[in-house]
Protein backbone atom coordinates (compact mmCIF):
# COMPACT_ATOMS: atom_id res chain seq x y z
CA UNK A 1 0.00 0.00 0.00
CA UNK A 2 1.36 3.54 -1.01
CA UNK A 3 0.68 6.89 1.06
CA UNK A 4 0.44 9.28 -2.17
CA UNK A 5 0.48 12.94 -2.08
CA UNK A 6 -0.86 15.76 -4.21
CA UNK A 7 0.18 15.14 -7.80
CA UNK A 8 1.59 11.70 -7.46
CA UNK A 9 0.20 8.66 -9.49
CA UNK A 10 0.48 5.04 -9.39
CA UNK A 11 0.17 2.27 -12.67
CA UNK A 12 -3.31 0.51 -11.85
CA UNK A 13 -2.95 -3.33 -11.96
CA UNK A 14 -6.56 -4.37 -11.70
CA UNK A 15 -9.24 -3.89 -14.11
CA UNK A 16 -11.96 -3.12 -11.69
CA UNK A 17 -10.65 -0.10 -9.57
CA UNK A 18 -13.01 1.55 -6.16
CA UNK A 19 -12.12 3.96 -4.78
CA UNK A 20 -13.95 4.88 -0.54
CA UNK A 21 -13.93 8.29 0.50
CA UNK A 22 -14.00 9.03 3.83
CA UNK A 23 -14.44 11.32 6.48
CA UNK A 24 -15.25 12.60 10.20
CA UNK A 25 -18.76 13.56 8.61
CA UNK A 26 -21.27 12.25 5.91
CA UNK A 27 -19.95 13.04 2.59
CA UNK A 28 -21.83 13.47 -0.71
CA UNK A 29 -19.25 11.32 -3.00
CA UNK A 30 -19.76 11.59 -6.99
CA UNK A 31 -17.69 10.46 -10.37
CA UNK A 32 -17.67 12.47 -13.84
CA UNK A 33 -16.43 10.54 -17.01
CA UNK A 34 -14.48 13.25 -19.16
CA UNK A 35 -13.32 13.21 -22.60
CA UNK A 36 -10.07 15.22 -23.65
CA UNK A 37 -11.40 18.86 -23.74
CA UNK A 38 -12.28 18.01 -19.58
CA UNK A 39 -16.06 17.77 -19.84
CA UNK A 40 -18.37 15.78 -19.66
CA UNK A 41 -20.12 14.72 -22.52
CA UNK A 42 -23.32 15.12 -20.84
CA UNK A 43 -25.15 15.15 -17.66
CA UNK A 44 -25.61 11.08 -18.32
CA UNK A 45 -21.29 11.41 -17.28
CA UNK A 46 -22.44 12.74 -14.03
CA UNK A 47 -22.24 9.43 -11.19
CA UNK A 48 -23.79 10.37 -7.81
CA UNK A 49 -26.44 9.54 -5.34
CA UNK A 50 -29.63 10.22 -7.34
CA UNK A 51 -27.65 8.73 -10.78
CA UNK A 52 -25.86 5.56 -9.20
CA UNK A 53 -24.33 4.16 -12.89
CA UNK A 54 -23.31 5.30 -15.83
CA UNK A 55 -21.02 3.63 -18.58
CA UNK A 56 -17.74 1.97 -16.70
CA UNK A 57 -18.45 3.71 -13.64
CA UNK A 58 -20.72 3.00 -10.58
CA UNK A 59 -21.93 4.96 -6.97
CA UNK A 60 -22.23 3.03 -4.11
CA UNK A 61 -23.97 4.60 -0.95
CA UNK A 62 -22.25 3.81 2.36
CA UNK A 63 -25.60 4.67 4.04
CA UNK A 64 -23.99 6.96 7.13
CA UNK A 65 -21.98 4.15 8.81
CA UNK A 66 -19.99 3.23 5.74
CA UNK A 67 -17.87 5.36 3.05
CA UNK A 68 -19.61 6.06 0.05
CA UNK A 69 -17.51 4.88 -3.25
CA UNK A 70 -17.11 4.98 -6.66
CA UNK A 71 -16.54 1.94 -8.71
CA UNK A 72 -14.51 2.50 -12.35
CA UNK A 73 -14.39 -0.64 -14.82
CA UNK A 74 -11.54 0.24 -16.88
CA UNK A 75 -12.61 -2.59 -19.49
CA UNK A 76 -16.34 -1.01 -19.76
CA UNK A 77 -15.41 2.79 -19.71
CA UNK A 78 -15.96 4.26 -23.37
CA UNK A 79 -13.99 5.46 -25.79
CA UNK A 80 -13.06 9.04 -25.72
CA UNK A 81 -13.08 9.04 -21.85
CA UNK A 82 -9.98 9.73 -20.49
CA UNK A 83 -10.03 10.04 -17.19
CA UNK A 84 -12.68 10.12 -14.13
CA UNK A 85 -12.72 12.05 -11.13
CA UNK A 86 -14.07 11.01 -7.59
CA UNK A 87 -15.73 14.22 -6.12
CA UNK A 88 -16.86 14.95 -2.82
CA UNK A 89 -18.25 17.26 -0.48
CA UNK A 90 -20.21 17.66 3.03
CA UNK A 91 -23.44 16.68 3.18
CA UNK A 92 -24.17 19.20 5.69
CA UNK A 93 -24.64 22.47 3.36
CA UNK A 94 -21.80 25.41 3.82
CA UNK A 95 -19.65 23.09 5.57
CA UNK A 96 -16.29 23.13 4.78
CA UNK A 97 -13.43 20.45 4.82
CA UNK A 98 -11.24 22.71 7.81
CA UNK A 99 -9.98 19.89 10.51
CA UNK A 100 -12.15 17.29 8.34
CA UNK A 101 -9.53 16.66 5.57
CA UNK A 102 -11.34 13.32 3.45
CA UNK A 103 -9.07 10.22 3.13
CA UNK A 104 -9.24 8.38 -0.14
CA UNK A 105 -8.80 4.36 -0.19
CA UNK A 106 -7.88 3.39 -3.68
CA UNK A 107 -8.39 -0.47 -4.02
CA UNK A 108 -9.15 -3.51 -6.03
CA UNK A 109 -12.42 -3.91 -7.08
CA UNK A 110 -12.53 -7.63 -7.09
CA UNK A 111 -10.18 -9.14 -4.39
CA UNK A 112 -9.94 -5.91 -1.96
CA UNK A 113 -6.89 -5.38 -1.60
CA UNK A 114 -5.50 -1.65 -0.67
CA UNK A 115 -3.56 0.22 -3.11
CA UNK A 116 -3.14 3.63 -2.08
CA UNK A 117 -4.40 6.19 0.31
CA UNK A 118 -4.39 9.63 -0.16
CA UNK A 119 -5.40 12.39 2.44
CA UNK A 120 -5.05 16.30 0.90
CA UNK A 121 -3.41 18.30 3.67
CA UNK A 122 -4.11 21.93 5.27
CA UNK A 123 -7.71 22.24 3.69
CA UNK A 124 -9.83 25.73 4.36
CA UNK A 125 -12.41 27.05 3.31
CA UNK A 126 -12.80 24.38 0.95
CA UNK A 127 -16.60 22.82 0.76
CA UNK A 128 -16.00 20.48 -2.26
CA UNK A 129 -13.29 18.36 -3.63
CA UNK A 130 -11.50 16.62 -6.80
CA UNK A 131 -9.90 14.28 -4.41
CA UNK A 132 -8.08 11.55 -7.22
CA UNK A 133 -8.39 10.68 -10.53
CA UNK A 134 -8.23 7.60 -12.68
CA UNK A 135 -6.88 8.20 -16.32
CA UNK A 136 -5.84 6.86 -19.07
CA UNK A 137 -2.22 7.32 -20.20
CA UNK A 138 -0.75 5.71 -23.28
CA UNK A 139 -2.91 3.01 -22.95
CA UNK A 140 -2.19 2.26 -19.49
CA UNK A 141 -4.82 2.96 -16.50
CA UNK A 142 -3.47 5.15 -13.52
CA UNK A 143 -4.47 6.74 -10.90
CA UNK A 144 -3.78 10.53 -9.56
CA UNK A 145 -4.07 11.91 -5.88
CA UNK A 146 -5.78 15.17 -6.90
CA UNK A 147 -6.86 17.35 -3.95
CA UNK A 148 -8.19 20.20 -5.75
CA UNK A 149 -10.28 22.08 -3.84
CA UNK A 150 -13.84 24.38 -4.34
CA UNK A 151 -15.06 27.22 -2.15
CA UNK A 152 -18.75 26.97 -3.93
CA UNK A 153 -19.18 23.08 -3.48
CA UNK A 154 -20.25 20.36 -5.45
CA UNK A 155 -22.38 22.64 -7.98
CA UNK A 156 -19.14 24.03 -8.22
CA UNK A 157 -17.37 21.42 -9.75
CA UNK A 158 -20.24 20.05 -11.96
CA UNK A 159 -20.43 23.19 -13.36
CA UNK A 160 -16.59 23.19 -13.85
CA UNK A 161 -16.50 19.84 -15.79
CA UNK A 162 -19.51 21.07 -17.70
CA UNK A 163 -22.68 19.44 -15.79
CA UNK A 164 -25.80 21.37 -16.18
CA UNK A 165 -26.83 22.42 -12.35
CA UNK A 166 -30.21 23.89 -11.79
CA UNK A 167 -29.78 26.40 -8.83
CA UNK A 168 -31.49 25.43 -5.70
CA UNK A 169 -33.66 28.37 -4.10
CA UNK A 170 -31.20 28.47 -0.84
CA UNK A 171 -31.24 32.40 -1.01
CA UNK A 172 -33.78 33.95 1.84
CA UNK A 173 -34.90 36.63 -0.91
CA UNK A 174 -35.48 33.63 -3.59
CA UNK A 175 -37.75 31.52 -0.67
CA UNK A 176 -40.99 32.67 0.89
CA UNK A 177 -40.22 32.82 4.90
CA UNK A 178 -41.46 29.94 6.77
CA UNK A 179 -44.42 30.74 8.66
CA UNK A 180 -44.26 31.87 11.92
CA UNK A 181 -45.35 29.27 14.67
CA UNK A 182 -48.72 30.41 16.18
CA UNK A 183 -47.91 31.05 19.88
CA UNK A 184 -48.58 27.76 22.82
CA UNK A 185 -51.59 28.25 24.17
CA UNK A 186 -51.59 28.66 28.04
CA UNK A 187 -51.11 25.48 29.74
CA UNK A 188 -53.88 23.38 31.72
CA UNK A 189 -53.77 23.39 35.11
CA UNK A 190 -50.81 20.85 36.09
CA UNK A 191 -52.71 17.42 36.89
CA UNK A 192 -51.82 15.57 40.44
CA UNK A 193 -48.42 14.44 41.01
CA UNK A 194 -49.42 10.81 40.71
CA UNK A 195 -50.93 11.43 37.25
CA UNK A 196 -49.08 10.82 33.89
CA UNK A 197 -48.14 13.39 31.66
CA UNK A 198 -50.52 14.22 28.69
CA UNK A 199 -49.27 14.56 25.48
CA UNK A 200 -46.00 16.31 25.08
CA UNK A 201 -45.99 19.38 23.50
CA UNK A 202 -44.98 19.54 19.89
CA UNK A 203 -41.20 21.59 19.85
CA UNK A 204 -42.44 22.62 16.70
CA UNK A 205 -44.78 24.81 18.19
CA UNK A 206 -42.70 26.32 20.34
CA UNK A 207 -43.06 25.12 23.46
CA UNK A 208 -41.31 22.80 25.60
CA UNK A 209 -41.81 19.09 25.80
CA UNK A 210 -41.74 17.33 29.49
CA UNK A 211 -38.59 15.40 30.45
CA UNK A 212 -40.87 12.64 31.22
CA UNK A 213 -42.34 12.32 27.16
CA UNK A 214 -40.26 12.24 24.37
CA UNK A 215 -42.27 13.92 21.52
CA UNK A 216 -43.51 10.94 19.44
CA UNK A 217 -45.27 12.54 16.50
CA UNK A 218 -45.81 16.22 15.18
CA UNK A 219 -48.91 17.46 14.01
CA UNK A 220 -48.65 20.45 11.61
CA UNK A 221 -48.90 23.95 13.17
CA UNK A 222 -52.48 25.20 12.40
CA UNK A 223 -52.64 28.16 10.14
CA UNK A 224 -53.87 31.38 10.94
CA UNK A 225 -57.07 31.22 8.16
CA UNK A 226 -57.71 27.33 6.59
CA UNK A 227 -56.57 27.73 2.66
CA UNK A 228 -58.73 26.77 0.29
CA UNK A 229 -59.58 23.17 -0.03
CA UNK A 230 -58.85 22.56 3.80
CA UNK A 231 -60.68 20.58 6.10
CA UNK A 232 -60.50 17.33 8.00
CA UNK A 233 -62.58 14.05 6.73
CA UNK A 234 -61.92 10.44 7.43
CA UNK A 235 -62.07 6.97 5.35
CA UNK A 236 -66.01 6.04 7.06
CA UNK A 237 -67.90 6.52 3.43
CA UNK A 238 -65.20 5.07 1.32
CA UNK A 239 -63.17 6.62 -1.26
CA UNK A 240 -61.51 10.21 -1.05
CA UNK A 241 -60.77 12.46 -3.67
CA UNK A 242 -58.99 15.75 -2.10
CA UNK A 243 -58.44 19.20 -3.13
CA UNK A 244 -55.37 20.50 -2.37
CA UNK A 245 -55.07 21.59 1.03
CA UNK A 246 -57.62 19.27 1.78
CA UNK A 247 -56.50 16.59 4.74
CA UNK A 248 -57.92 13.20 5.14
CA UNK A 249 -57.22 11.31 8.87
CA UNK A 250 -57.06 7.40 7.92
CA UNK A 251 -59.50 6.56 10.62
CA UNK A 252 -61.69 3.59 9.36
CA UNK A 253 -64.72 2.67 11.52
CA UNK A 254 -63.70 4.96 14.22
CA UNK A 255 -59.85 3.13 14.02
CA UNK A 256 -56.66 3.82 13.10
CA UNK A 257 -55.51 2.47 9.75
CA UNK A 258 -52.00 0.95 10.99
CA UNK A 259 -51.75 -1.54 8.10
CA UNK A 260 -49.43 -1.27 5.22
CA UNK A 261 -50.62 1.28 2.25
CA UNK A 262 -48.76 2.16 -1.15
CA UNK A 263 -48.69 5.53 -2.58
CA UNK A 264 -48.82 5.53 -6.40
CA UNK A 265 -47.97 8.63 -8.65
CA UNK A 266 -48.74 8.87 -11.98
CA UNK A 267 -48.43 11.05 -14.89
CA UNK A 268 -48.65 11.20 -18.93
CA UNK A 269 -46.93 13.97 -21.20
CA UNK A 270 -48.82 16.75 -21.91
CA UNK A 271 -49.99 17.49 -25.39
CA UNK A 272 -49.06 14.40 -27.32
CA UNK A 273 -45.05 15.71 -25.91
CA UNK A 274 -42.04 13.43 -25.53
CA UNK A 275 -42.00 10.60 -23.20
CA UNK A 276 -41.12 12.44 -19.38
CA UNK A 277 -38.60 10.84 -16.98
CA UNK A 278 -40.02 11.46 -13.60
CA UNK A 279 -38.70 10.30 -10.38
CA UNK A 280 -41.09 9.50 -7.35
CA UNK A 281 -39.88 9.85 -3.74
CA UNK A 282 -40.67 9.99 -0.58
CA UNK A 283 -38.74 11.92 2.62
CA UNK A 284 -38.74 10.66 5.85
CA UNK A 285 -38.96 13.44 9.00
CA UNK A 286 -38.57 13.07 12.96
CA UNK A 287 -40.65 14.92 15.17
CA UNK A 288 -38.68 18.49 15.17
CA UNK A 289 -38.47 17.91 11.36
CA UNK A 290 -35.11 16.69 11.24
CA UNK A 291 -34.22 14.54 7.61
CA UNK A 292 -33.79 11.37 8.74
CA UNK A 293 -34.06 9.58 4.82
CA UNK A 294 -35.29 9.31 1.67
CA UNK A 295 -36.57 6.85 -0.47
CA UNK A 296 -36.00 7.09 -4.47
CA UNK A 297 -35.15 4.82 -7.18
CA UNK A 298 -31.51 5.23 -6.37
CA UNK A 299 -32.15 3.41 -2.73
CA UNK A 300 -35.19 1.73 -2.96
CA UNK A 301 -35.83 0.69 0.94
CA UNK A 302 -34.91 2.82 3.87
CA UNK A 303 -36.26 2.49 7.58
CA UNK A 304 -35.68 -1.41 7.81
CA UNK A 305 -37.56 -2.04 4.67
CA UNK A 306 -40.32 -0.44 6.35
CA UNK A 307 -40.65 1.88 2.89
CA UNK A 308 -40.10 0.39 -0.18
CA UNK A 309 -39.75 1.70 -4.00
CA UNK A 310 -41.11 -0.27 -7.17
CA UNK A 311 -38.14 1.34 -8.95
CA UNK A 312 -37.48 3.94 -11.85
CA UNK A 313 -40.08 3.97 -14.11
CA UNK A 314 -38.39 6.29 -17.37
CA UNK A 315 -41.09 7.22 -19.23
CA UNK A 316 -44.66 7.61 -17.88
CA UNK A 317 -46.00 5.94 -20.65
CA UNK A 318 -49.05 3.54 -19.54
CA UNK A 319 -51.75 3.50 -17.83
CA UNK A 320 -51.81 3.09 -13.81
CA UNK A 321 -49.39 3.78 -11.54
CA UNK A 322 -46.05 4.72 -13.01
CA UNK A 323 -44.29 4.71 -9.60
CA UNK A 324 -45.34 2.80 -6.50
CA UNK A 325 -44.17 3.31 -2.58
CA UNK A 326 -45.12 0.60 -0.26
CA UNK A 327 -45.38 2.20 3.72
CA UNK A 328 -45.83 0.08 6.05
CA UNK A 329 -47.13 2.17 8.77
CA UNK A 330 -47.31 -0.18 10.98
CA UNK A 331 -43.55 -0.98 11.12
CA UNK A 332 -42.16 2.90 10.86
CA UNK A 333 -39.87 3.09 14.19
CA UNK A 334 -41.11 5.53 16.37
CA UNK A 335 -39.14 9.03 15.19
CA UNK A 336 -40.43 8.61 11.86
CA UNK A 337 -43.97 10.79 12.42
CA UNK A 338 -43.68 13.00 8.98
CA UNK A 339 -43.49 11.52 5.09
CA UNK A 340 -43.33 14.07 2.59
CA UNK A 341 -44.17 12.34 -1.41
CA UNK A 342 -42.70 14.49 -4.76
CA UNK A 343 -41.78 13.77 -7.56
CA UNK A 344 -38.82 15.12 -9.47
CA UNK A 345 -37.82 15.99 -13.31
CA UNK A 346 -34.06 14.75 -13.13
CA UNK A 347 -33.87 15.69 -17.08
CA UNK A 348 -35.07 19.05 -16.30
CA UNK A 349 -38.20 19.09 -18.40
CA UNK A 350 -41.25 21.39 -16.32
CA UNK A 351 -44.61 20.31 -14.84
CA UNK A 352 -45.58 22.37 -17.49
CA UNK A 353 -44.94 19.78 -20.14
CA UNK A 354 -46.29 17.28 -17.61
CA UNK A 355 -50.09 15.85 -17.74
CA UNK A 356 -52.59 14.04 -15.29
CA UNK A 357 -50.09 13.65 -12.35
CA UNK A 358 -51.76 12.23 -9.46
CA UNK A 359 -51.03 10.50 -6.51
CA UNK A 360 -53.02 7.87 -4.56
CA UNK A 361 -52.99 5.84 -1.66
CA UNK A 362 -53.87 2.01 -1.55
CA UNK A 363 -54.98 -0.64 0.66
CA UNK A 364 -52.08 -2.96 -0.20
CA UNK A 365 -53.78 -5.80 1.36
CA UNK A 366 -57.21 -5.65 -0.50
CA UNK A 367 -56.24 -3.30 -3.42
CA UNK A 368 -58.68 -0.89 -2.89
CA UNK A 369 -57.75 2.66 -3.31
CA UNK A 370 -58.48 5.18 -0.14
CA UNK A 371 -57.20 8.48 -0.91
CA UNK A 372 -56.59 10.30 -4.53
CA UNK A 373 -55.30 13.54 -5.78
CA UNK A 374 -54.99 14.74 -8.90
CA UNK A 375 -52.80 17.84 -10.05
CA UNK A 376 -55.11 20.01 -12.09
CA UNK A 377 -52.59 22.62 -12.14
CA UNK A 378 -49.19 23.31 -13.19
CA UNK A 379 -45.82 25.74 -12.85
CA UNK A 380 -42.75 25.66 -14.94
CA UNK A 381 -40.85 24.22 -12.42
CA UNK A 382 -39.14 20.70 -11.69
CA UNK A 383 -40.62 19.20 -8.84
CA UNK A 384 -43.63 18.67 -6.77
CA UNK A 385 -44.51 18.09 -3.35
CA UNK A 386 -47.31 16.20 -4.05
CA UNK A 387 -48.72 15.12 -0.58
CA UNK A 388 -47.67 14.47 2.70
CA UNK A 389 -48.51 11.96 5.59
CA UNK A 390 -48.29 13.01 9.67
CA UNK A 391 -48.99 11.11 12.41
CA UNK A 392 -50.83 12.44 14.98
CA UNK A 393 -50.27 11.90 18.80
CA UNK A 394 -53.08 9.90 18.70
CA UNK A 395 -51.83 7.41 16.56
CA UNK A 396 -53.36 8.02 13.67
CA UNK A 397 -51.68 9.31 10.24
CA UNK A 398 -53.37 11.74 8.33
CA UNK A 399 -52.89 12.24 4.71
CA UNK A 400 -53.19 15.98 2.87
CA UNK A 401 -52.99 16.96 -0.79
CA UNK A 402 -50.26 19.66 -1.10
CA UNK A 403 -49.23 20.40 -4.94
CA UNK A 404 -46.63 22.70 -4.05
CA UNK A 405 -44.08 23.41 -7.31
CA UNK A 406 -40.27 23.51 -6.18
CA UNK A 407 -36.98 24.46 -8.27
CA UNK A 408 -35.31 21.10 -7.95
CA UNK A 409 -34.91 18.33 -10.14
CA UNK A 410 -34.08 15.99 -7.13
CA UNK A 411 -35.03 14.51 -4.08
CA UNK A 412 -31.96 15.87 -2.59
CA UNK A 413 -33.18 19.35 -3.44
CA UNK A 414 -36.60 18.72 -1.79
CA UNK A 415 -35.70 17.95 1.32
CA UNK A 416 -35.36 21.37 2.76
CA UNK A 417 -38.41 22.42 1.28
CA UNK A 418 -40.48 19.90 2.33
CA UNK A 419 -39.44 20.14 5.99
CA UNK A 420 -40.82 23.36 5.70
CA UNK A 421 -43.85 22.78 4.42
CA UNK A 422 -44.67 20.07 7.39
Not at 84 to 93: F, L, M, Q
Not at 276 to 296: E, F, K, M, T, W
Not at 319 to 346: C, K, Q
Request: glycine share 12%; hydrophobic share 40%; aromatic share 6%.
Amino acid sequence: MTAMTPGSNLPLNTVRVTVDVAAPVRLDVSGLLLAADGKVRSDADFIFYNQPSGPGVSYRSGGGSAPDSITVDTGAVPPGIERIVVTASPDAAGQTFQGIEPTATVRDADGGAVIATFTPPRLGSETALVVVEVYQRGGAWKVRAVGQGYANGLAGIATDFGVSVDEEPAQAAAAPAAPVAPPVPPAPPAPPAAAPAAYPVSPWLGGTTPTQAAPQAMPPAAPAAAPPGAGKINLDKGRVSLQKNQTVSLVKGGRPLLSQVKMGLGWEPAFGGRDIDLDASVIAYGPQRNHIDSCYFGKLSILGGAIKHSGDNLTGAGAGDDEVIVVDLGRLPAEATGLVFTVNSFSGQKFTEVAKAYCRLIDAASGEELVRFDLTGAEPQTGVMMAKLIKQFSGEWEMTAMGEFVKSRTVRGMVKPAAQAL
